[in-house]
């Protein structure tokens, strides 16, 4: 069983409709976490309880003429909002968390709608049929066909995001493309080259929105951002370039985490036998211009998610000694040479062969003995 979590593309009435759920969900949880604090000293049980709550919310306030609004909208969100804080409450029985708190709109917009009548297909392509609430577009498609009962809509920022789980295995692919092994040399100027001279690039875009949150932030750097012991408020400009900078940090983030994702599981499924770099990610990082670069590309998430996909996609993921000098060897006749960082094309003093300096490393790596490689853990830190 696993989750799957897609993006909807919706138009100005969706919009609406999916909000307008999203304050019945939350209309309904808080209205059910009054009633149940009104019941709490009763000596019933606790199904019994929720269970008459439930009765007076069908049969009574639904009816009130300043709930009529309710009777507009998909009756599912109500019971899974019933299902939600009853959940709550199972957590604060057992004593995992405190009593379930009013939600609130300001911590986010979410609702689960089901089908009641059991699982429902999902053929594969952009369209999704959510249960009584409709058919909408998907801004990237379903691959295959699929059931599924529960969905749960959710917003971050201005997107909305559909969820729900099917009960299946994700079937590894049965055999790699590539069987020999592959060096991958990770650079700050190229972000992943591979021996075979596939390179993976750091998309545009997040350069650029790394470069507007950087505008961002000095151009606010005189706000009044407010201070508890002065006692002054945070000014409304200032409360609005929080907003914004969130947002934006928020986009960085997701973009950065995609690319990595998408990167590393088709590495994964492509080549069966990979290997990489030791980072020395402390060390790198205590050179002023090469932290950014190392700590903000991700080189250890990069590594970090190639070790855990490896026992789902079979692939054998090994770390190359850290002393191993890859981008100072020639790739063609093993002479070692001084490679300045400012130089970009390998050129041997050897034999003369020149080669693209993270290609010529990549390729020492997939070729370096056996003696200088270990199998990569999950449980490897970056430093030992
Ligand atoms: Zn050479």
Same mark, same amino acid.
């Given at each position: ?55 007076? &919310?069908?049969? &009574? ?40 708190? &009013? ?198 998430? &990069? ?82």
């Amino acid at each position: 069983m696993y989750a799957i979590k897609l993006e909807l593309k919706l138009n100005n009435c969706e919009r609406t409709l999916m909000k307008r759920h999203a304050g019945y969900a939350r209309f309904c949880y808080n209205m059910v976490r009054t009633l149940y604090l009104g019941v709490m000293d009763i000596k019933v049980s606790r199904t019994r309880k929720l269970g008459l709550i439930k009765k007076t &919310f069908t049969n &009574f306030i639904k009816k009130q003429p300043e709930y009529q609004w309710t009777n507009t909208l998909s009756s599912r969100v109500y019971q899974n909002a019933f299902i939600a804080f009853n959940r709550g409450l199972e957590r604060f029985v057992k004593g995992g968390s405190g009593f379930p708190n &009013f939600k609130r709109k300001k911590s986010g917009d979410s609702f689960t709608v089901d089908s009641s009548n059991g699982p429902i297909f999902l053929s594969a392509g952009n369209r999704i049929k959510i249960p009584t609430l409709g058919t909408f577009r998907l801004k990237e498609a379903i691959g295959y066909n699929c059931c599924s009962q529960t969905f749960t809509i959710s917003r971050t920022a201005d997107k909305w995001y559909v969820s729900f789980t099917v009960k299946a295995d994700k079937i590894p692919p049965l055999y790699h493309f590539v069987c020999e092994p592959t060096g991958i040399d990770l650079g700050v100027s190229t972000f992943a080259t591979l021996s075979d001279g596939t390179v993976y690039q750091l998309p545009g875009s997040l350069k650029k929105a790394k470069i507007k949150l950087g505008k961002l932030q000095y151009r606010n750097r005189n706000k009044q951002l407010g201070n508890k012991k002065l006692g002054t408020k945070k000014s409304k400009n200032a409360q609005k370039f929080e907003r914004n900078f969130g947002k934006q940090h928020a986009n960085i983030a997701s973009r950065r985490r995609d690319f990595l994702q998408k990167t590393t599981t088709e590495i994964s499924k492509k080549y069966a036998h990979i290997r990489i770099e030791d980072l020395n990610i402390s060390g790198m990082a205590a050179n002023h211009k090469l932290a950014e670069a190392v700590l903000g590309s991700g080189f250890y998430e &990069f590594r970090r998610e190639l070790v855990y996909k490896s026992p789902i996609y079979g692939t054998v993921v090994e770390v190359v000694d850290r002393w191993y000098p890859s981008s100072k060897t020639c790739s063609n006749c093993d002479h070692v040479q001084p490679m300045p960082l400012k130089e970009r094309v390998f050129v041997c003093e050897a034999c003369g062969n020149s080669c693209n300096r993270d290609l010529n490393a990549a390729i020492n790596l997939a070729s370096v003995s056996r003696d200088r490689v270990r199998m990569a853990s999950p449980e490897l830190t970056p430093v030992e």
